[in-house]
């Protein structure tokens, strides 16, 4: 058999690994060791052992496990509780308040921790029993939820860019500062939805009673202010400090674990307790981050060297759409894949095979790997795999049901499509930002 043919099959083999219910990493790590015995006999053990010394070695990837310990401790910080009950009393008069408060507080915990899981987490917990009380429709209150916590995952610190930077030898800090703009425009859209269905359907989403949210002008904006400084300070020790090129994502990830224990202590909410737990949160979640990680990349490593990757490349320039056709097809490619694998093994897997061809299509690769991101969003919110609706499940009451959770997402993965089409269409969205701060 040739290897090119073994190189196709390898996915195959991994869909029925991933749909037999097995670990995605151990999947990857497996079929590579398998198809890779067939192609080059024990040859197959030195890849993958120099796959695995990659990983090991990479600079960057110790980010990982420093961004998701801070935010962990600003999860158990408190600070989201205090800046939730402010903003819904600033945007009380509007209908579909807290709604609207819900996804601006995630974009604000976003930038300051670069993960999902504690934003969707911490919201469950704390906007959805609100908007339960205040008979918000469930769809919209578990969607704007789910929506506004996936946006840890492409606003900078995002653990998704970090892991992006190595593969594409990128530099993490251009992706951080070409990340800002997308998210933006992502939580610009979910609040715009917000605020018009509420609008028109002001059952879906009522503002806050008069009585609620009596308090003088003044003390509402110095409540905001204070509400709102934790975030702003640890965004810029962190995005800052990166993106003004005084430290390298692991040392301003450093920053911010410093500044989340300080904020715990300052909140009032450390306890020894609460760091054992955040310390296991985090051993827990970084495991899992870098367990896939090191099996993607044995995958990827034993494909690129069966001859896959010439083959993909072939494929791609052989098809008769023009460079945005083949754009179209790699998104649509993973856009499906994400309805069914775990992002992560969709990034270590695609990006070493299509990154590439990127010279001879034209694309900057700056662009394509924000591009790439955001289409890449949009599996945290596509079941059955999306994993954000199953942080949500986990903490929400028992009325809130799996029809609820998939209704609510259908109209926010279309704003992410809608997303995704604007960054194509106005490139300099992406662009802009890391043109004027590094020229």
């Known amino acids: 058999m040739e290897s090119e043919t073994l190189a196709l099959l390898m996915f195959a083999g991994v869909m029925i690994g991933i749909f037999s219910g097995f670990h995605v990493a151990f999947v990857l790590a497996g079929v590579a060791l398998i198809f890779g015995l067939v192609g080059w006999g024990t040859l197959v053990l030195d890849q993958m052992i120099s796959r695995s010394f990659w990983v090991l070695a990479n600079d960057a990837l110790p980010a990982v496990p420093l961004f998701v310990f801070m935010g962990c401790l600003m999860e158990r910080a408190g600070i989201a509780d205090k800046a939730f009950r ?38 469950g917990l704390l906007a959805l029993p609100v908007m339960m009380k205040r008979n918000y429709d469930l769809p919209l209150a578990t969607g704007s ?41 992502l939580s610009g859209l979910y609040m715009g939805y917000i605020a018009i269905r509420c609008y028109f359907q002001p059952k879906a989403g009522p503002s806050l009673p008069p009585e609620e949210r009596r308090m003088p ?13 934790p975030f ?21 990830a450093a920053v911010g674990v410093f500044g989340g224990l300080i904020l715990s202590v300052i909140y009032r909410q450390f306890t020894w307790q609460r760091l054992k737990e955040a310390v296991y949160e985090t051993v827990k979640v970084s495991s899992m981050i870098l367990i896939v990680t090191m099996g993607a990349s044995i995958f990827s490593g034993v494909f690129m060297a069966l001859g896959g990757g010439e083959l993909v490349m072939r494929f791609l320039q052989s098809l008769p759409f023009g460079s945005m056709g083949v754009l179209m097809v790699i998104l649509a490619i993973v856009f499906i894949m994400g309805f069914f694998v775990d992002w992560i093994a969709i990034l270590l897997i695609l990006i070493p095979i299509v990154t590439p061809v990127l010279p ?42 799996l029809s609820h959770i998939f209704k609510g997402v259908i109209p926010f993965v279309f704003l992410q499509l809608i997303g995704l089409a604007l960054v194509i269409i106005f490139p300099q969205i992406i662009l802009w930002l890391p043109g004027v701060v590094y020229g």
Not at 95 to 123: D, E, H, K, Q, Y
Not at 368 to 397: D, E, H, M, N, R
């Open 86 to 123: 402010i903003l819904q009393i600033a945007l009380g008069p509007v209908r579909g308040s807290v709604a609207l408060a819900t996804v601006f507080l995630c974009t604000l915990f976003a930038a300051g921790t670069g993960i999902v899981g504690a934003p969707v987490t911490v919201m």
């Open 145 to 185: 939820i789910l929506a506004g916590g996936t946006l840890g995952i492409l606003i900078p610190p995002s653990i998704m860019l970090i892991i992006y930077g190595p593969l594409a030898s990128l530099s993490v800090a251009r992706l951080f500062t070409a990340g800002i703009f997308p998210g933006l425009v």
């Open 217 to 229: 002008p003044l003390q509402v904006l110095t409540s905001v202010i204070t509400g709102m400084l």
């Open 232 to 252: 702003f300070l640890i965004i810029v020790a962190v995005l800052g400090s990166i993106i003004m090129g005084l430290a390298a994502p692991v040392e301003a």
């Open 360 to 401: 001879e299509l034209g694309f900057d690769p700056l662009w394509f790997a924000l591009v790439f991101a955001v289409c890449l969003q949009t599996s945290f919110l596509t079941p059955p795999f999306a994993p954000s609706i199953f942080y949500l499940k986990g903490v929400a009451p028992p009325e809130v049901q």
